[in-house]
């Protein structure tokens, strides 16, 4: 397959093969650049792999392109620089060999075949020419590209070894499906079961690094299934895994928490790329295993879950080095997720919304987004049922915000008026005509104006003022 006519619209190819070949290198593209080319998706990450020094060559093209910028690994044998939106690397030609106690391997220089060979799936292992006489032709050793096809993550070589190798290679499977929304070949399934505990020897932040990518996919559902199905999901995150399975006593049982945590976060990834969110979305119930009782009569209940999750955050967090900063927040989403649906009822105070409005703060409309994604119910009734009960809710949240901001305002008729109009000094009573004519416009008596106001003065003045006679 020539790819010629893809890779000429790339700004830079141009720079990049006449330095080849005035250096007499040999360059490809190789990795997610050539994988995403060809699913025709874009990216701004260009790898380029060069069978010599890297580092020159990057200091050559940039020098092409005016670029005085570059940044340089002498270690790894790469070099980086940005050109516009696009990040730019060149990487030398690699052979790697693993040590069993980390991931981090023993590199050498190596020829285009070594560094094709350590990639860790057959669509990552891909490669297009960009040298004279092949320009623009896809090497694929491990048909990639029919696995493309296919929607299928396989590796190029056995993958108890790669995964031996590097166990990061896990994660990256699992992830790199639920990006694509690919199937994984059953070799990785069965592998990723036997070799999980090396994730132990993996570094916490690259673990959660995957995590979250695939937290932010379509639909991470498909990544969190895989997880969970090799048993990977008991080392990275036991809490998550914890929620599966459904106890039964008498006619009862209760729904399998980890199935409904599946849905609730794949509803929320439809509706907001936020993944702290969706990360809110896949912990709310987070303890519910540990809150579960059986009350004779009732069924299950899972009573405190709310408050016992948020409270499970701190050291999730820490653990899982997830950012602090938004610690704060999923706290709040786990610890209110059941108060709106509390809300719906009919005979609701205006205090009780008061609190939720100064509870949840800013982060009110993000409540009410997984509340709505909470709803997993079959029934199409039931769904909308529940939906127009947080439409109530949000209704009465905005007839109150608004009572409160007239609250904050002045009656539209000032106090010297009142003294004026009744003839009155200073006092007292002047404050409590003024309250009255405040609390007829919350009330919705009488509009927020000054005509209405004026009215309503003249209408109430004599009963408080005869009130005044009388003591
Ligand atoms: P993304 O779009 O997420 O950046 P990518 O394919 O570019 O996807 P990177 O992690 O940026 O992924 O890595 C670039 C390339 O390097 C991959 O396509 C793959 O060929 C190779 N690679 C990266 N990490 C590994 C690894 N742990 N083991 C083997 N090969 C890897
Ligand atoms: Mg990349």
């Known amino acids: 397959m020539n790819l010629s006519e893809e890779i000429n619209k790339i700004p830079i190819i141009k720079a990049i093969t006449s330095a080849a070949e005035e250096n007499h290198v040999e360059v490809f593209m190789v990795g997610g650049i050539v994988r995403d080319i060809l699913l025709k998706r874009n990216r701004n990450d260009l790898d380029f792999l060069v069978i010599g020094n890297s580092l020159e060559f990057a200091e050559k093209v940039a020098k092409k392109l005016g670029i005085s910028k570059v940044t340089k690994y002498k270690n790894f044998g790469t070099a980086h620089f940005k050109y516009g939106e696009l990040n730019i690397e060149f990487v030398g030609a690699r052979k790697e060999s693993y040590n069993r106690n980390s991931r981090k391997p023993v590199v050498e220089n190596g020829t285009f075949e070594d560094d094709i060979r350590r ?7 891909m490669a297009i020419s960009l040298n004279k006489n092949s320009f623009g032709e896809l090497i694929d050793s491990f048909n990639g590209y029919q696995d493309l096809l296919n929607k299928l993550i396989r590796t190029p070589l056995d993958p108890f070894q790669t995964f031996d190798d590097d166990p990061l290679r896990i994660m990256r499977a699992f ?3 639920a990006q694509l929304e690919f199937d994984v070949d059953e070799s990785i399934l069965k592998a990723a079961k036997e070799m999980k505990e090396r994730l132990r020897i993996v570094s916490q932040e690259r673990i959660t690094d995957e995590f979250i990518k695939i937290l932010a996919s379509p639909k991470p559902s498909i990544g969190l299934k895989l997880l969970f199905d090799t048993e990977v999901l008991e080392i990275i995150f ?6 599966a399975g459904v106890d039964q006593r008498q006619d009862y049982h209760h729904k399998d928490v980890f199935l409904h945590t599946l849905i609730v976060v794949d509803n929320i990834s439809q509706v907001t790329d936020n993944v702290w969110l969706r990360f809110a979305a896949l912990v709310h119930d987070i303890a519910k295993p540990q809150t579960k009782k059986f009350v004779e009569g009732i069924g ?3 009573h405190g879950h709310e408050e016992l999750g948020a409270r499970m955050m701190k050291n999730i967090f820490h653990r899982m080095k997830l950012p602090m900063n938004k610690l704060e927040y999923v706290e709040k989403l786990i610890r209110l997720h059941l108060r709106p649906i509390a809300l719906a009822k009919e005979e609701v105070t205006d205090s009780a919304i008061r609190r939720l409005i100064v509870q949840a703060g800013e982060d009110l409309q993000d409540l009410i987004t997984l509340c709505r994604a909470d709803i997993t119910s079959k029934n199409p009734q039931k769904v909308e049922k529940y939906l127009a009960n947080y439409e109530a809710v949000m209704k009465k949240v905005l007839e109150v915000r608004e009572k409160d901001k007239l609250r904050a305002f ?13 003839n009155l000094k200073p006092s007292k009573k002047v404050g409590e005509i003024k309250k009255a004519i405040e609390e007829a416009i919350l009330d919705g008596i009488i509009e927020n104006n000054y005509e209405a106001a004026l009215e309503y003065l003249m209408r109430i003045k004599d009963d408080y003022l005869k009130d005044d006679e009388k003591k």
């Open 410 to 422: 002045q009656s539209p008729v000032r106090g010297e008026e009142i003294m004026r109009i009744c």
């Open 119 to 125: 990639r860790d799936f057959t669509i990552n292992a």
């Open 175 to 177: 992830r790199f499906a």
């Open 300 to 302: 299950w209940t899972f």
């Open 238 to 243: 036991p809490e998550i895994h914890n929620l």
